[in-house]
Structure formats: structure tokens, C-alpha cells
């Protein structure tokens, strides 16, 4: 198995746990104060409703959040990996810190920062409960799009960098594909019907929901790319101590 698989696993396991239990710090009380305003406006709309006990505890979400948030960071893992492995072969130069960081960006803006801009994340149970499945389908169909389209500017990126050997020429290739790819996402954001449902929360309990929600998908990208940089190095130094040449991403022995 190459070794950057195996740190993306473990990075993005890890992160997500720290991520998970940075939701249950400081997220969840706000999602508590969000399940009161949507219990308290059910109270005026229906007086005589009986009242009803959570299906799970309180105790059991919290847990649940830590361990959904490490498996989605090891799913991240995978993915900042393969990215990694792209464009190492795009930019064989670059040190590990560079490629990592580089990921992480582009994973962020991909698969969080340019879905929320299009649908900007709500807490749990708001929206009709008859489009939920229509909301999340629409939301995933984007996040898709928007990774595929990053994985093909990286591909098109490595070709450039195998094919073309002049510098003018790439330079003017480089700005050809950034253009594709913004033309892509403006074209991709509008053809993408915005979500149907109101939102009746109070705004600042929506913002700082949000902001929350967003400030945990940066610390798994960020957390996730100081884990595999600092794997890389230790396996480098590792296999220098040893005298052995080994590549940094695969493993596998380097000819000198």
C-alpha cells in the first residue's frame, strides 16, 4: 500500500476525531439552542401536542458526532491522498509541505468552501422534511462536480507540465486551464437550482452555525495536511538514517 495512502488514512482519521471533538465543544450547543427554538415554535403551532423524548441521548449524539467526523476524515484521507499522488507527478519538485498545503486548499475550496457558498449548511431538521431528499441530492451532485473539476485540473496540469517544454507555452496552457475550470464553476453554480426551503431560524443562531460548521472543515484540511507533511518527513528521515533511498509518496526504492 503507497505510504501516502496510508497517511491519508490516518491523518484524516485523526483529524476528524479532533474535529469531532471540537463540534461537540462548541457546535452542539448551539444545535441544542436550535432543537429548543424549533421545539418552542412546534409548542405555538400545536399546544395540545404531546411531548416527546429524543430517540437518542444527548450522551449518545455527542459520541455519534466524534465517530461520524473520524470515518468522514478518513474518506478525506483518501482523497487528499489521490490529490497528493497527481500532483507530486505534475510537480515532482515541490517539497512535501508545498504539495500538502496545496491539497488541502484545493480540497477545502472543492469539497466545503464552494458547496457552502452555493448551499450554505443548516442545522439538523430544519426544511421540509418532504425535500430533504431532493436537498441532499442536489447538494452531493455539486460537491462531486466541484472534486471531479479539481481532479481534472490537476490532470490537465501534469499533462501540461509532461507535453509542453517551453515556458511561454505552458505559462499561457496554465492560464488556458484556469479559465476552463472558472468557466466550469459559474457554470455549474447557476445551472444548480438554489435550496427550495426557508430557514426559520434566528440569523444569529444560523451564522454561528455556519460559521462553526465551516471553521471544522478548515481544521480537518489543515490538520490533514500537517499530518501527512510531518509522515513524509519522519519516513524520509527514517530512511535516510537507514541509508536507503526510498520515494516519500510510494515507498518504493529510488535508483541513484
Do not use: C
Request: aromatic letters at 10%; hydrophobic letters at 50%.
Amino acid at each position: 500500500m503507497p505510504r501516502i495512502l496510508i497517511l491519508g488514512l490516518v491523518a484524516g482519521l485523526i483529524a476528524g476525531l479532533l474535529v469531532g471533538g471540537f463540534h461537540n465543544l462548541f457546535t452542539v450547543p448551539v444545535l441544542e439552542r436550535a432543537i429548543d427554538f424549533e421545539e418552542a415554535q412546534s409548542a405555538l403551532a400545536n399546544p395540545n401536542a404531546p411531548d416527546e423524548d429524543p430517540l437518542v441521548s444527548l450522551g449518545t449524539q455527542r459520541w455519534g458526532m466524534a465517530i461520524g467526523t473520524g470515518i468522514y476524515g478518513a474518506v478525506l484521507g483518501i482523497v487528499f491522498a489521490a490529490g497528493f499522488t497527481v500532483l507530486k507527478r505534475a510537480a515532482p519538485n515541490w517539497k512535501p509541505l508545498a504539495l500538502a498545503v496545496t491539497i488541502a486548499v484545493l480540497g477545502f475550496w472543492a469539497l466545503s468552501l464552494f458547496p457552502f457558498i452555493r448551499y450554505p449548511l443548516n442545522p439538523p431538521g430544519v426544511g421540509d422534511p418532504d425535500s430533504l431528499t431532493y436537498r441532499q441530492g442536489i447538494q452531493t451532485l455539486f460537491m462531486v462536480l466541484s472534486a471531479l473539476g479539481v481532479g481534472v485540473l490537476l490532470f490537465g496540469i501534469r499533462a501540461i507540465n509532461e507535453k509542453v517544454q517551453n515556458a511561454g507555452a505552458r505559462l499561457k496552457m496554465y492560464g488556458g486551464a484556469a479559465l476552463v475550470y472558472a468557466v466550469f464553476n459559474v457554470i455549474m453554480f447557476f445551472a444548480h437550482p438554489a435550496n427550495p426551503d426557508p430557514v426559520p431560524v434566528p440569523i444569529d443562531l444560523l451564522e454561528l452555525f455556519r460559521t462553526l460548521t465551516m471553521v471544522g472543515q478548515f481544521l480537518i484540511w489543515a490538520l490533514m495536511a500537517g499530518g501527512v507533511t510531518l509522515g513524509l518527513y519522519w519516513y524520509q528521515r527514517r530512511d535516510e538514517k537507514a541509508g536507503n533511498v526510498f520515494d516519500p509518496v510510494t515507498g518504493a526504492p529510488v535508483r541513484t
